[in-house]
């Protein structure tokens, strides 16, 4: 089976950065993605990764180890409007499975 | 494109009712996925198609689940007989190859 495992809750303020870290477990990986998800909405495609290393999309950036079966996504500079949650997922043999999901509060 | 369009965005059934959801994936996406939101399950994947066959099932809660994939650019998720157990926001997602999949605005389902 698959497992993801990332932090239910993460408060940061306005301007900082924060880290959500994802720890995996599953056969057959073919990459990890992450989503953001703002109430109400539906998931949006945020970045992935097939390879180890960083990728940078503006504010937001996304790591992968696949010897530690590890990802991260970091939020640089953050703004309000980043309040929301954020999935991280692994692809899997054509699957695409979702983590539970970390709910970010950006404070003032 | 239009973007992965899912109806009805609200249903309100009674208990018993037979529930049908409905997608139509980006065209030339060929895979599309079927997920079951709320809060204390997340989002789970239902059932997934590629080329419009069925690969994955094994996420359908039970037989009252079925889908049904009839062609590239329709998808039918059914619940029949519904139950308040149901009641959640149903994605349909799509995508093209093993990178960004598209997600539909989602159904929501109450089972009253």
């Known amino acids: 089976g698959q497992s993801l495992e990332q932090p239910s809750e993460v408060t940061a303020v306005e301007g900082a950065i924060v880290q959500i870290n994802c720890t995996y477990q599953?056969?057959?990986?073919?990459?990890l993605s992450w989503y953001q998800q703002h109430d109400g909405g539906a998931p949006t495609f945020l970045s992935y990764?097939?390879?180890?290393g960083l990728e940078e999309t503006g504010r937001f950036s996304s790591f992968l180890s696949r010897s530690d079966s590890y990802g991260y996504l970091l939020l640089q500079e953050l703004q309000m409007k980043d309040s929301a949650s954020y999935f991280c997922?692994?692809?899997?043999?054509?699957?695409?499975?979702f983590g539970q999901g970390t709910t970010l509060q950006v404070k003032p | 494109d239009a973007g992965v369009i899912q109806s009805p965005r609200h249903e309100v059934t009674e208990m018993g009712q037979e529930v049908t959801l409905r997608c139509k994936p980006i065209?030339?996406?060929?895979?599309l996925f079927w997920y079951r939101q709320t809060m204390m399950r997340g989002l789970e994947l239902l059932i997934y198609?590629?080329?419009?066959?069925?690969?994955?099932d094994s996420g359908m809660p039970e037989d009252r689940f079925s889908a049904k994939m009839p062609n590239a650019s329709f998808s039918t998720l059914k619940i029949q007989p519904s139950e308040p157990r149901d009641s959640a926001v149903y994605f349909c997602?799509?995508?093209?190859?093993?990178?960004?999949?598209?997600f539909g605005q989602g159904t929501r389902l109450t089972v009253v």
């Open positions: 997922a692994v692809s899997n043999t054509g699957k695409l499975i």
């Open positions: 997602a799509s995508l093209a190859v093993n990178t960004e999949a598209f």
């Open positions: 599953t056969s057959g990986f073919y990459g």
């Open positions: 990764n097939a390879l180890d």
């Open positions: 198609f590629n080329n419009n066959v069925p690969i994955d």
């Open positions: 065209s030339g996406h060929n895979s």
